[in-house]
């Protein structure tokens, strides 16, 4: 498992990965070409996505109300409500009702929370048995592999791994046609779903005026986890509250087409407690885990914003960054360029120091982010940071002091023209190109040219044009 801090290292083997980078290229293409036309549907997609960061900032600036209002809607419903502070509280209170209600076998829905909780993990160690219900989740899972994208968790996967995985793991005839793979994961996955004692699911949305969690899924897997089972637990970050149902459908028209291109997804479900005397079917106990993991530090500073994201992960399909790497070089539950900011800020910054840098700034994912949220300028301050407390490269700490100093004398700033005139001048090639930089330099030169400095400065013509 990679970490934040080996980005370049994991990058740099990632984009050496043909078999990687056959997945990526499809799975990024498509991801934003069904966006773009998604979003294209939208006469007034700018208005929307105004309307839907209205909501999100609306939500987080009233983000200590909300949740005390959603946990009394909650509390009201039935439903029992738990906070956690960190990831080891969360995943102590899921083992605790766990045995209160005797659970010996789960089945989960898509959860990033849990991700981060490292959930699975931990309720495999104390004996009970986890298994992931989404498809591409549950692919993972039989690999011993993690996601690579928030949305869709095997992007970094062809249809063939995919093939042979079953064909190892399911026992199933090699076929490379994927209804047929998926059909083998819904007979294997349908007898889990009987057997379960407890489902978990994570929630894209809690609307705290109605105490109603939410969750969009294509697969029905979602419903299942939450409705075969006797116990229901549903574990999300403190950051997915919302005020109203009209802020939800402002949202969920741009989550499902920034995400995938839908209109909707298949499922959208509204849990709303335990089932009640007259209802069909439905869980006995319903639980909500309330997870900061360092949210609330987040509130408050110049990041706030990060946490107005709905976790479309458009802004992961759009980026050239991630395009090239993909998700696992990230190191950490979170890739791409929100990742890139999150994982700093909710790891520490000296444990991810790498991805504020991993950008080139471009934009894309600003301009594709449904609530419009200013990733570039937040990514700049986290450079700032690092600056700060003096965590950043050697190289570039040396080069900036040397402009500094060279920037604040005229004479020595002409001289040190001069030189890299000269310098460059003499091993440039015969097309007046520079190939290759010397040494450290070279990393420039590797994938393109450098120009070579004009042999006069802009000084020197300026001077010799004022004295003919
Ligand atoms: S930052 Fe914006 S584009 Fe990226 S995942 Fe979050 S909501 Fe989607």
């Known amino acids: 498992m990679e970490t934040p801090n080996q980005f370049i290292h994991s990058a740099t083997i990632a984009i050496k990965d043909i078999g990687l980078q056959t997945a990526l290229g499809r799975g990024t293409t498509n991801a934003v070409n069904n966006r773009i036309k998604g979003m294209g549907e939208l006469p007034d997609a700018y208005d929307l996505r105004q309307q839907a960061r209205g909501a999100r900032l609306r939500a987080l600036h009233r983000l200590p109300e909300l949740l ?13 409500v738990l906070w ?12 605790d009702i766990a045995r209160q209600h005797a659970v010996h076998k789960i089945v989960k829905g898509k959860s990033m929370a849990t991700e ?7 309720l495999i160690a104390q004996g009970i048995d986890i298994i992931e219900s989404d498809l591409g989740e549950f692919i993972v899972q039989i690999d011993g592999d993690h996601p690579s994208h928030i949305v869709m968790p095997i992007m970094h996967k062809t249809k063939e791994d995919v093939r042979d995985l079953f064909v190892e793991h399911l026992g199933i005839a090699p076929t490379d046609n994927p209804q047929e793979l998926t ?7 349908r007898q889990k779903f009987i057997e379960a004692d407890m489902g978990i699911t994570g929630a894209n949305f809690a609307i705290a005026e109605t105490g109603h969690l939410v969750t969009v899924t294509n697969e029905g897997n979602g419903r299942m986890t939450a409705s075969l089972p006797r116990v229901h ?3 999300m970050g403190i950051e997915k509250v919302i005020e109203t149902v009209q802020d939800f459908a402002a949202l969920v028209q741009l989550l499902t087409r920034s995400a995938t291109g839908q209109r909707l997804t298949s499922y959208v479900h509204m849990f709303g407690g335990a089932a009640r005397p007259d209802d069909p079917d439905g869980p006995d106990h319903q639980y909500v885990i309330l997870l900061d993991n360092g949210r609330s530090k987040i509130h408050g500073t110049q990041y706030a914003e990060s946490l107005a994201c709905i976790r479309c992960g458009a802004c992961l399909n759009t980026c050239p960054v991630y395009q090239n790497v993909g998700g696992h070089a990230y190191g950490w539950v979170y890739p791409g360029p929100i990742g890139a900011i ?10 991810a120091s790498p991805l504020p840098h991993a950008s080139s700034l ?19 301050k986290l450079r700032g940071d690092l600056v700060e407390e003096g965590d950043t490269p050697f190289l570039i700490t040396a080069g900036i002091k040397g402009w500094e100093v060279s920037m604040r004398s005229p004479a020595l700033y002409e001289l040190s023209g001069r030189a890299a005139s000269l310098g460059t001048n003499l091993i440039k090639g015969k097309d007046g190109q520079l190939h290759n930089l010397p040494s450290m ?4 030169t590797q994938y393109r040219d450098f120009p070579p400095f004009a042999k006069k400065s802009f000084r020197q013509q300026w001077r010799e044009r004022k004295t003919r």
Request: one cysteine or more.
């Open 68 to 80: 005390e209002q959603l946990e009394q809607n909650l509390i009201a419903r039935g439903v029992t």
């Open 84 to 95: 956690a502070q960190d990831a080891a509280e969360c995943n102590q209170h899921v083992l």
């Open 116 to 122: 981060e909780t490292k959930l699975n993990d931990f």
């Open 183 to 189: 059909a083998a994961a819904r007979v294997h996955l």
């Open 233 to 235: 637990v549903i574990v």
């Open 342 to 351: 999150i994982t700093p800020l909710l790891t520490g910054i000296h444990n």
């Open 362 to 380: 471009c934009g894309s994912c600003k301009s594709a982010c449904p609530v419009d949220i200013d990733i570039p300028d937040m990514l700049l």
């Open 441 to 444: 330099l070279g990393n420039w």
